[in-house]
């Protein structure tokens, strides 16, 4: 009986170097993909792009690499492909490497593409190997699953300023390197991960909930939505905002998406654990609700104050970004390929659709103004999330897994 109930407690114990090798593999690959919106004031001056067009050329971008994903996760639940985890890597490094090399605008998006592609293949199988070895710590493991994936978004900008400002854009030849990494890497816990995933196949599709807990998967893929939205807008159009209205230079406005992005990366690390405790809806009301003011503030801060903005904001309201995924799998814990794909890649995917938006409204109306619409998604999230079931945290200790509504 003893040996029963030790063997039991050490299988929901996480998988501490799976999570971490995962990771890494997330960091490096959004590292990659992330560089698509922090590259384009280089784009606008190399193939002289309108605002319009540099809104695609990002549209493109988040479709290919994120509004797939949910097609491939549903793919891959009824058959794990683990192979597809060093190969997404370095099939989306091989398209990094070529951008710079683009002779023009569509051989630009034909590359986009294929660096999405890539992501796309690797992201619902990467979210399902955390999922498996997280044991009865979901929020934790995706919380350490996404931190790379956040961290490789807040690098990104900081790549543009040390190397592509320096070497033009043919370096992106290099990134064929951090593309070999990954891959090497990942490749070390394929046989891990296939064993783990045919083990757990009998319950590869099955789906609970009902039809109320596909109604609360389509509200928090709308709160996601607006989340992306943000995020997406002010990744892409916030240096250009720096540049052209405040007169910086390309490589300080680059360290203010970073700031933005990095204390999400952290906000991500600490959300994860923190609704483990307090629960998932509570975390997300509260993160979106406390970004209004900081995301209002946003267009009129300047120097420092601006800094401290962007931290606080970035923060906030990117820490629910690993909870959204677990409340998704929640809810319905038989599909957690394609929830993983909806969550990471549908919803962070129409981020592409609010960059073109922006992009449409900064050639109409000016970049402010596009600006100070992207500050106003916070509060619309936080209405929306008022309205997601409730679910049951894991305080004081363990507990089951949140109700699923019937």
């Known amino acids: 009986m003893e040996q029963r109930a030790w063997q039991q407690s050490a299988a929901q114990q996480p998988v501490w170097k799976a999570l971490w090798i995962v990771s890494l593999g997330h960091f490096l690959n959004d590292t990659m993909t ?110 350490i699953f996404q931190v790379g994936g956040n961290a490789g978004q807040a690098v990104a900008p900081l790549v543009v300023g040390l190397l592509f400002v320096h070497t033009g854009l043919p370096g992106s030849v290099w990134l064929l390197v951090p593309a070999m990494v990954a ?107 406390g970004a209004v003011p900081f995301s209002l503030v946003l267009p009129y801060a300047q120097g420092v104050w601006a800094a401290i903005d962007v931290v606080l904001l970035g923060f906030i309201v990117l820490s629910t970004f690993a909870v959204t995924v677990v409340f998704g799998q929640e809810l319905m814990p038989g599909r957690i390929g394609m929830v993983s794909g909806l969550m990471i890649g549908l919803a962070v995917g129409m981020g592409g659709v609010g960059a073109s938006l922006a992009g449409y409204v900064a050639d109409r109306f000016g970049i402010t103004t596009a600006i100070e619409i992207l500050a106003v998604l916070p509060l619309l999230a936080a209405l929306l999330a008022w309205r997601l079931p409730e679910d049951r945290p894991l305080w004081p200790k363990h507990r089951p897994a949140p109700r699923v509504p019937r």
């Open 34 to 143: 992330t560089l698509v919106p922090s590259l384009l004031p280089l784009f606008q001056t190399h193939l002289d792009l309108s605002y319009v067009e540099l809104g695609v050329l990002v549209l493109v971008a988040n479709v290919t690499s994120s509004m797939v994903q949910p097609i491939v996760g549903a793919w891959t639940d009824r058959r794990p492909r683990p192979w597809l985890l060093p190969a997404g890597v370095f099939v989306a490094g091989a398209g990094a490497a070529g951008l710079g090399y683009a002779p023009g605008y569509g051989w630009l998006l034909a590359l986009v593409a294929l660096l999405g592609a890539g992501s796309a293949a690797f992201h619902p199988e990467a979210s399902r190997a955390a999922h498996l070895a997280a044991g009865v710590r979901k929020g934790t493991a995706q919380s």
């Open 183 to 289: 891959a090497g890497a990942l490749a070390t816990i394929v046989p891990w991960y296939g064993a783990k995933a045919k083990a757990k196949a009998p319950q590869a599709v099955r789906t609970a909930g009902g039809k109320e807990a596909v109604g609360a998967v389509v509200l928090l893929l709308t709160v996601v939505t607006f989340r992306s939205w943000m995020q997406a807008g002010l990744a892409g159009f916030l240096p250009l905002y720096y540049v052209n209205v405040r007169g910086l230079s390309t490589s300080v406005a680059e360290v203010y998406t970073a700031l933005f992005l990095m204390a999400g990366a952290l906000g991500t690390f600490i959300g994860g654990p923190l609704s483990d405790r307090i629960g998932k809806r509570r975390l997300i009301l509260v993160s979106m609700a």
